[in-house]
């Protein structure tokens, strides 16, 4: 795939090539989410069957992946980080799993092969890419899937009203603070200051001009969203 020179440079995560990195965020997200209850509410939605096939966009250590392939035929588990990928596969092979390929690749780049998929998920990875971006993100989705295939994505959305955004950041970066202690905080505070999260109605009418009908949209704490959607004709 020839990248035209005006298109938009995914993140590559400065350090992300290193197996130890990614283990660490492997460690650390299992100590801030409740990952296991997210990939169950994702399943749940999916409903998927041992014929069908899914790709995850953003698969990092690939815990969601490998929940999926116990469910389905074959997963996709794209990610930018060579590190990631690597962790992830090593991760499989412990736990004997052999109906998932891992791919390089992002939003922008990766290219699917093959017959269009039955569902994508991404989750924490979109706000890497600023709102154009994102929309092109999201179309690009749109085709990749079957009709009636389902899209879940779950990331940092603003539902809060931005005129109260002094008071809400300063709260919830105090309840970070507390939660997960001073570093877990500076990272908040670097994700608002240098990350494209944006409002729950921009975000919402991205999906829908992309084509997806909304089944169920979920706001937690302000910052976070969940949206499951489904492929409709066009």
């Known amino acids: ?76 588990a794209v990610d930018l980080s060579p590190g990631m990928l690597r962790y992830a596969e090593k991760k499989a092979a412990l736990r004997t799993i052999s109906n998932v390929e891992f791919l390089p690749g992002g939003f922008l780049t990766y290219q699917h092969q ?22 092109i993100a999201l179309m690009r989705i749109f085709d990749m899937l079957k009709v009636g295939g389902k899209f879940c994505l779950r990331d940092v959305v603003y539902s809060f009203d931005p005129k109260d955004q002094e008071k809400f950041f300063g709260e919830f970066i105090s309840k970070a603070s507390g939660k997960g202690g001073p570093e877990f905080a500076a990272r908040i505070t670097d994700h608002i200051r240098k990350e494209y999260s944006t409002m729950d109605w921009i975000m919402r009418g991205m999906i829908e001009r992309a084509g997806f009908e909304i089944s169920r949209e979920k706001n937690n704490l302000g910052f976070f969203g969940l949206y499951l959607c489904t492929k409709a004709r066009r």
């Open 1 to 76: 795939m020839t990248i035209p020179a005006w298109q938009y440079h995914e993140p590559d995560h400065p350090g992300a090539d290193f197996d130890a990195l990614a283990e660490f965020y492997d460690q650390d997200m299992q100590k801030h989410r409740d990952i296991q209850r997210e990939i169950a509410e994702i399943l749940d939605f999916l409903d998927l069957s041992a014929d069908q096939s899914i790709l995850e966009i953003g698969a990092g250590t690939g815990e969601f992946a490998l929940a999926a392939a116990r469910h389905c035929r074959k997963v996709y």
């Open 114 to 135: 093959g017959t269009p998929l039955n569902a994508v998920v991404t989750q924490i990875a979109l706000h890497h890419l600023p709102d154009f971006w994102k929309q």
